[in-house]
């Protein structure tokens, strides 16, 4: 059993948040769509092009106080222009979320929110992922004297079409501090790019624990050449293409 619902969307890139595939562009009119929500099933979730959604496991969480410093971000890229493209959202810097240490943060302090962004420049022979973290300034009293640490696990990035990644040969990848212009490890193996049932791209890149707690600005560039011979195969240095 469930139920039938019309659910409006305004004119706007919205993509389904539980497969990655996109609903409507933002070159669409605003529609309605029919859907079917069985009782037993997740409310379908969307996410809107242009906005980052920080994610963390809640398994086992049962009040505030039990969820943790880890996160996931889920980037939905805002329009069909795969050239260059820049999502934005927000994160919380903390790790204890008592009601103490979040009043003390975040309402009378000024240091537990961050803004983030991601943006996606395509080259002839790079694609570049710039990750970006903007902590406010913070005023001269102690409530925002001791920043929290975040750990980001992992950026999945949706798009509206297939990118380049999905025709191309990822022959290396480089990741950098961009404010201390010093390299970062980064194993081959931890991005896939995948195509959704609509046919649209998601690349996932695990960071392995990426470390935040104040400004951050992360260039990951991953460098190309001729396409691929077919869209499930394993690139030169072990990148998953699916």
């Known amino acids: 059993m469930g139920g039938n619902v019309n659910a409006y969307f305004p004119q706007e890139t919205w993509f389904n948040l539980t497969d990655g595939s996109v609903l409507q562009t933002s070159d669409q009119p605003a529609t309605i769509y029919p859907m079917n929500i069985p009782l037993n099933a997740s409310l379908p979730t969307f996410l809107r092009g242009g906005e980052i959604l920080p994610l963390q496991d809640v398994r086992g969480v049962f009040r505030a106080e039990d969820l943790d410093n880890r996160f996931r971000l889920v980037v939905a890229m805002p329009s069909k222009d795969n050239i ?56 001269n009293n102690s409530f925002g004297s001791n920043r929290e640490t975040v750990l980001i696990d992992e950026i999945k990035i949706l798009f509206t079409n297939s990118t380049a990644l999905i025709t191309r040969r990822i022959e290396g990848i480089e990741m950098k501090d961009l404010i201390s212009n010093k390299p970062m490890a980064i194993a081959n193996n931890h991005i896939s790019i995948k195509q959704t049932p609509k046919g649209n791209t998601a690349i996932t890149l695990a960071l392995n624990n990426l470390e935040v707690s104040g400004d951050a600005r992360i260039s990951i560039d991953m460098y190309t050449s001729s396409a691929i011979d077919s869209p499930n195969s394993r690139n030169k240095e072990g990148f998953l293409v699916e």
């Open 84 to 139: 260059s493209m820049t999502a934005k959202g927000r994160l919380l810097l903390l790790k204890d979320y008592s009601i103490s240490n979040v009043q003390r943060k975040c309402t009378l302090g000024n240091s537990c929110k961050a803004e983030i962004s991601v943006k996606y420049i395509e080259e002839v022979e790079r694609i570049r992922l710039e990750f970006i973290v903007t902590v406010p300034t913070q005023s």
